[in-house]
T-cell receptor
Framework: SAVISQKPSRDICQRGTSLTIQCQVD?????MFWYRQQPGQSLTLIAT?????????ESGFVIDKFPISRPNLTFSTLTVSNMSPEDSSIYLC???????????????FGPGTRLLVL | AQKITQTQPGMFVQEKEAVTLDCTYD???????LFWYKQPSSGEMIFLIY??????QNATEGRYSLNFQKARKSANLVISASQLGDSAMYFC??????????????FGKGTKLSVKP
């Protein structure tokens, strides 16, 4: 299975600042995904990041607020810009993997980045 | 309407007993996948088991099995021989659409499982 690491694991930030979260995978993957989990809530997809193209954002998420980079097949970054306390969440990156039976049958998550905005 | 419904906000189970976590889903697609994840207090999302809509047999992975009832649109997770380390949030999720790589998992609200010694 894919091994995914994220940096930082947690951070406390002041409102109005920005934080860039890094996601590294130990194998090449076509698509990487960024999710947000607000306190006590379930996970919501922010965007899908393909190497060599613009990220695709879900409804309610915009590039100016959550710019994403995908410079190669093993790495991606998500920036949370101009932060407010409402951005306090766990941010997780995720990749599909060729699990038993073929691609699309497993999807793994990184350990997450816990963000607290004061 | 919710796509994934987990009706049990919290569950208790005695150590070594089996427990069933409920999940119902709503989709008009013929091809879809169903996933279960475990999220301990550390926050990581641990993949447990996958069931494809065309899979004829229920998925099993060690102590985890998925009771897939397609006509009822339910995909309940069964954990056998519960252990203290099973205490965590459990999320049911669905990926709609034909083929594999869409990546957009739709999650339920989760069930908090507590295993009692």
């Amino acid at each position: 299975s894919a091994v995914i690491s994220q940096k930082p694991s947690r951070d406390i930030c002041q409102r109005g600042t920005s934080l860039t979260i890094q996601c590294q995978v130990d194998s090449q993957v076509t698509m990487m995904f960024w999710y947000r989990q607000q306190p006590g809530q379930s996970l919501t997809l922010i965007a899908t990041a393909n190497q060599g193209s613009e990220a695709t954002y879900e409804s309610g998420f915009v590039i100016d607020k959550f710019p994403i980079s995908r410079p190669n097949l093993t790495f991606s970054t998500l920036t949370v810009s101009n932060m407010s306390p409402e951005d306090s969440s766990i941010y997780l990156c995720s990749v599909e993997d060729r699990g038993r039976g073929g691609i699309g049958k497993t999807q793994y998550f990184g350990p997450g980045t816990r963000l607290l905005v004061l | 309407a919710q796509k994934i419904t987990q009706t049990q906000p919290g569950m208790f189970v005695q150590e070594k007993e089996a427990v069933t976590l409920d999940c119902t889903y709503d989709t008009s697609d013929q091809s879809y996948g169903l996933f279960w994840y475990k999220q301990p207090s550390s926050g990581e999302m641990i993949f447990l088991i996958y069931q494809g809509s065309y899979d004829e047999q229920n998925a099993t992975e060690g102590r985890y099995s998925l009771n897939f009832q397609k006509a009822r649109k339910s995909a309940n997770l069964v954990i056998s021989a519960s252990q203290l380390g099973d205490s965590a949030m459990y999320f049911c999720a669905m990926r709609e659409g034909r083929g594999g790589s869409q990546g957009n998992l739709i999650f339920g609200k989760g069930t908090k499982l507590s295993v009692k010694p």
